[in-house]
């Protein structure tokens, strides 16, 4: 019998993968209809006789589903996925924002770094070039160069891009 108080909202959800699962996990959710996300940066890997440029996720052991509660519960089903992300023992519900200014900063291919703690700084919105309407907390790392951290709170991690000085920023009150 269908539940009248569980909500039928879309809202997305980081879902927690087995070790190096996140593309089995991605094809297992496709296969379920449920829209899936995983963010992923191309890294230069080094074997003692060559270089090789490989894809793999930004995050890893995440990847993040747009669902209702009931898609959210039949991704949990997936072998490759363990758990949904919670927070004081409820489902942690991403927002929009936050996922859309990821794709939007991944889909230019910059020089991307992951921190593990969230940066504090200020909160701005970048009013100009690939990156305009991107919503970040910035930090400085270098004489001449801007950082931006695009934060997915619940995960605790920022993705980091290099801005030039030039970049318009408009400051966000909190």
């Known amino acids: 019998?269908?539940?009248?108080?569980?909500?039928?909202?879309?809202?997305?959800f980081a879902l927690y993968t087995k070790p190096r699962h996140e593309y089995k996990a991605l094809e297992?959710?496709?296969?379920?209809?449920?829209?899936?996300?995983?963010?992923?940066i191309i890294v230069e890997k080094?074997?003692?006789?060559?270089?090789?440029?490989?894809?793999?996720?930004l995050f890893k052991n995440y990847l993040f589903v747009?669902?209702?509660?009931?898609?959210?519960?039949?991704?949990?089903?997936?072998?490759?996925?363990?758990?949904t992300v919670c927070f004081n023992g409820k489902p942690s519900i991403i927002p929009d924002w936050q996922i859309e200014n990821l794709k939007k900063i991944l889909t230019e291919k910059p020089e991307v770094f992951?921190?593990?703690?969230i940066e504090v700084g200020q909160r701005v919105k970048i009013l100009d070039g690939?990156?305009?309407?991107?919503?970040?907390?910035?930090?400085?790392?270098?004489?001449?160069?801007?950082?931006?951290?695009?934060?997915?709170?619940?995960?605790?991690?920022?993705?980091l891009v290099r801005l030039p000085?030039?970049?318009?920023?408009?400051?966000?009150?909190n």
């Open 1 to 12: 019998m269908i539940n009248p108080f569980i909500s039928k909202e879309k809202h997305w």
């Open 28 to 40: 297992q959710i496709r296969n379920l209809t449920a829209e899936v996300y995983l963010p992923t």
């Open 46 to 57: 080094r074997w003692s006789d060559r270089k090789k440029k490989v894809e793999e996720p």
């Open 66 to 83: 747009l669902a209702d509660e009931y898609g959210r519960i039949n991704c949990l089903k997936s072998p490759s996925i363990i758990k």
């Open 114 to 117: 992951v921190s593990n703690k």
């Open 130 to 159: 690939p990156f305009r309407d991107v919503i970040g907390v910035v930090t400085e790392f270098r004489e001449g160069e801007k950082h931006l951290a695009v934060s997915i709170d619940l995960l605790k991690r920022s993705v």
């Open 165 to 173: 000085d030039s970049s318009m920023l408009k400051i966000i009150e």
